[in-house]
């Protein structure tokens, strides 16, 4: 079992930027692709950027590429993701989330095993 938690939400003006974080715990780090989500009220689950596990490998959907970037650290069992630029259109709840072993696509969030509880992030105009 993976336990994650997210830290870093809050309130930023637009223009803002904000480092959200997700501390993993109950397997080994290095061995999990992490990826974060978003989810608006009424939307679906949104995909926002993933890395493998040597973090060699970063993926993000066009609607947040060169404003979203996301890092980690195997050492502190931690996966970043630093958002800049932020718009109102940002406002959400952010998740990060784990997959065990190889997975082809981690840009698809049924290949995630585990998740978190949730950050609001809210961006004001």
């Known amino acids: 079992q993976v336990q994650l938690v997210e830290s870093g939400g809050g309130l930023v003006q637009a223009g803002g930027s904000l480092r959200l974080s997700c501390a993993a715990s109950?397997?080994?780090?290095?061995?999990?692709?992490m990826g974060w989500f978003r989810q608006a009220p009424g939307k679906e689950r949104e995909f926002l950027a993933a890395?493998?596990?040597?973090?060699?490998?970063?993926y993000y959907p066009d609607s947040v590429k060169a404003r979203f970037f996301v890092s980690r650290d195997n050492a502190k069992n931690t996966v970043y993701l630093q958002m800049n630029s932020l718009i109102p259109e940002d406002t959400a709840v952010y998740y990060c989330?784990?997959?065990?072993?190889?997975?082809?696509?981690?840009?698809?969030?049924?290949?995630?095993?585990?998740w978190g509880q949730g950050t609001q992030v809210t961006v004001s105009s």
């Open positions: 109950g397997r080994t780090f290095s061995t999990l692709a």
């Open positions: 890395i493998r596990r040597s973090g060699g490998d970063t």
């Open positions: 989330a784990a997959s065990e072993g190889y997975r082809q696509d981690i840009r698809d969030r049924y290949e995630y095993d585990y």
